[in-house]
């Protein structure tokens, strides 16, 4: 049982994805035959997945790593390469009221854990990922917005402790951000931008090296219990004393059944451009290789890469089929023409999507799941994945091993459930209706 229609979970929506051809190889990981047994059981080959399993191994537990597809098929091998500040849609306000002062102190200190995490990771496993940006950009799409610059800022200070740098609109062009679309930016010093696919095959090598089993075109079709977790897939049996979850957006609403309507699927979609010249990017008058988003909330993202390309993303598609994938394609290009006049000309050769998670009450979840013994999940990071998702692989291995960083009270808090349950994404099309208007007025 699954949110979306089935083209969402096929090979279509990666045909054209850039980052499959920026690296060598893509290993093919066999699938699981005949019977095995392991401590703990990891369901999904993503950043979560494959950040538990190998914290876990490193800890000397036993851990076998089923996915359905191959390491980075997923939302981890297609996303937009912002490991960033993030993983709650939640504002500080609602976060306090959910977690406390305290809590919310927690939750943010988790944040910037995360970003941390990654980087940590990235250099003791000696993992080449094209990282760039110091900090991320946030631009202002109205002038009325630039008030809301210097209120995040100050969240930044209070939450973050860092000082966030305001770079007003007749200063833009100097900083290489020349767009008529924008009013002024914000600049924090946390965080940096990589090629997701880099970063997802070098976990997967690091976790098999520590010891993980990890096989590849192994879908879990039957999930029973009777002491032991007894996962079944199509040609084996794995049993194991503990399982994690780790699907995200590509989550079943029946496996596990406590899944069914607590988490929505939402769609991300990517443009990538030819590499550009320099005089090409100095008609735009955009060099900066800062990662960025605007402030609408059906927000948009960019990046220009190490080779000089540029990465363009948005949200707003609300079907997965072939007439709205190239409905999302022709608006992300005339989102990108607006944006960048001067670059109409260029050619967009590398178009994509797939789907992160929401959480009802807008927080991520890292967590037992409950009714379920010895069963976790690590879910629901609202496009912050990169981070979040990584970071909250790395707080269920400690939750089982008891030994690592803890987990903040805000993300152990159980998944509420939808209104209109396995028809939730029919709240889709009014949300972001109103969100456009709120964008436009």
């Known amino acids: 049982m699954r949110v979306y229609e089935d083209m969402a979970y096929g090979p279509a929506p990666i045909a054209e ?10 290993p093919q990981h066999g699938p699981l035959e005949g019977s095995a047994r392991a401590d703990v059981a990891v369901i999904g080959a993503g950043y979560t997945g494959l950040n538990a399993a190998l914290a876990l191994a490193e800890a000397g537990r036993d851990v076998v790593v089923l996915e359905a597809e191959q390491p980075g098929w997923g939302a981890s091998g297609r996303n937009g390469g912002f490991c960033c500040l993030g993983g709650a849609k939640a504002g500080p306000d609602k976060i306090r009221a959910l977690a406390g002062e305290d809590g919310a102190r927690d939750y943010a200190r988790a944040e910037r854990a995360a970003v941390d995490h990654v980087a940590g990771l990235l250099e003791a496993q000696g993992i080449e ?7 991320e950009t946030l631009l202002a799409h109205r002038a009325r917005d630039v008030t809301g610059l210097h209120e995040v800022a100050e969240r930044m200070r209070h939450w ?32 940096f ?7 997802m095959l070098g976990l997967a090598r690091a976790a098999v090296r520590a010891g993980v089993r990890l096989f590849g075109a192994s879908a879990l079709i039957a999930l029973t219990h009777d002491g032991d ?28 059944g406590w899944f069914a309507g607590r988490y929505l699927p939402v769609q991300s979609n990517i443009l990538v451009t030819r590499p550009l010249s320099d005089a090409e990017l100095s ?10 988003y605007d402030t609408r909330h059906l927000l948009h993202y960019f990046r220009l890469m190490p080779d000089k390309r540029m ?11 072939q007439a709205s994938h190239a409905a999302t394609r022709a608006t992300a290009r005339a989102d990108f023409e607006r944006m960048f006049p001067e670059w109409r000309h260029v050619e967009t050769p590398h178009y994509w999507s797939g789907l992160l998670a929401l959480a009802r009450d807008l927080m991520p979840f890292a967590g037992p799941v409950p009714g379920m013994e010895g069963a976790y999940a690590g879910m629901c990071y609202h496009g912050n994945g990169v981070a979040m998702g990584s ?19 805000a993300m152990l808090r159980p998944l509420k459930r939808f209104e209109l349950g396995r028809f939730r994404r029919l709240v889709l099309p009014v949300a972001y209706r109103l969100y456009g208007l709120q964008d436009r007025g």
């Open 17 to 26: 994805c850039f980052w499959r051809e920026t690296v060598a190889d893509i």
């Open 129 to 135: 990922a094209d990282t760039h940006s110091q900090g």
């Open 160 to 191: 973050q402790g860092v000082e966030s740098r305001f770079i007003p609109r007749d200063a833009l062009a100097e900083h290489g951000l020349a767009s008529p679309e924008f009013h002024g930016a914000l600049t924090t010093p946390i965080g």
């Open 193 to 199: 931008a990589l090629n997701p696919m880099s970063y």
């Open 229 to 256: 977790y007894v996962l079944r897939t199509e040609r084996g049996e794995l049993r194991a004393r503990q399982v994690i979850f780790a699907t995200n957006g590509y989550s079943r609403d029946d496996l596990p």
């Open 283 to 292: 008609a735009q008058g955009w060099t900066s290789p800062q990662m960025c």
């Open 311 to 321: 990465l363009f993303g948005l949200r707003g598609a609300m079907r997965t089929t």
């Open 391 to 409: 970071y909250a692989g790395r707080l269920l291995a400690a939750q089982i091993t008891g030994d690592g960083p803890a987990t903040p009270a």
